[in-house]
C-alpha cells in the first residue's frame, strides 16, 4: 500500500469552509445529466484518485471517515447498523440527516423541510483483480423519489484507480414525477462532487 495516499483522519482539518460549504478543488470533475428511454432521470460523475483500489474501498468502509463525511456534507445524526468488509464484499447500512435543497420550486414546496432522513443500503463486490462493483439504494422520507447509485471502482494502474458513478432517480408521482427527479438529482450531483473533494483532501491533503 503506497504510503504517500494515506493520511489519517485528522488531515481534514486541513479543509476549510462551514459545513456544508465545502472548499472548492481544481482537480476537474466530470459531470452529465441525461434521460434514459426509460425515462428516469440519470446523472454521471467520474472520480480518479491517486491511490490503489484496495485503500479507497477501505475508506469507504471506516467508520470514522464516514462521520467525517456526513460532517462535511453538513449533515448530523448519522447512525450505522451494518458495516462490514473482508476484502471481497461488503455491506453498510446507515442513516442521516441531510439539510434540504433551498431551492426548491413552489410546486414542491409541501415535500419541503429543513432536514430530509435518509437511509443508504449500499453493497459492495470483487469483480476481478483490484476492480469492485457497488449500488447504494438510498430512501429520502418523506419525499417520493427512488434513489440508486451503481459504481465501478475500477484500478488504472498500482498505484492510480477511477470510481465511475452512475444514479438513477425515479418517481411514480403524476405531473410532479419529473420535477421531483430533477431537483433530487441537480442535489445529489452537488453531494457527489462535495464527497469528491473530501477524498481529494483525506488521500492527497498536499493537493487540497
Request: aromatic share 10%; hydrophobic share 35%; with cysteine.
Amino acid at each position: 500500500m503506497a504510503t504517500h495516499c494515506y493520511n489519517k483522519i485528522g488531515s481534514t482539518a486541513r479543509m476549510t469552509g462551514r459545513p456544508g460549504q465545502p472548499q472548492r478543488s481544481e482537480t476537474p470533475l466530470h459531470s452529465a445529466y441525461e434521460t434514459r428511454k426509460m425515462d428516469m432521470t440519470e446523472i454521471q460523475q467520474t472520480h480518479p484518485f491517486n491511490c490503489p483500489t484496495f485503500h479507497l474501498i477501505r475508506q469507504f468502509f471506516d467508520p470514522e471517515v464516514l462521520k467525517a463525511r456526513t460532517e462535511y456534507l453538513g449533515a448530523r445524526d448519522l447512525t450505522i447498523s451494518r458495516n462490514q468488509f473482508d476484502g471481497e464484499s461488503g455491506v453498510l447500512v446507515f442513516s442521516r440527516d441531510l439539510p434540504a435543497p433551498s431551492d426548491i420550486p413552489a410546486a414542491l414546496k409541501r415535500f419541503q423541510r429543513p432536514w430530509n432522513r435518509v437511509d443508504y443500503t449500499e453493497t459492495w463486490k470483487r469483480d476481478g483483480d483490484a476492480h469492485f462493483r457497488g449500488e447504494v439504494q438510498a430512501q429520502i422520507h418523506g419525499v417520493p423519489v427512488s434513489v440508486r447509485t451503481h459504481f465501478h471502482l475500477e484500478a488504472l494502474t498500482e498505484e492510480t484507480c477511477v470510481n465511475h458513478i452512475r444514479v438513477q432517480f425515479e418517481s411514480g408521482i403524476p405531473l410532479l414525477g419529473k420535477l421531483l427527479e430533477k431537483v433530487a438529482s441537480q442535489d445529489t450531483d452537488q453531494q457527489l462532487q462535495a464527497e469528491y473533494r473530501f477524498f481529494q483532501a483525506l488521500l492527497s491533503p498536499e493537493t487540497a
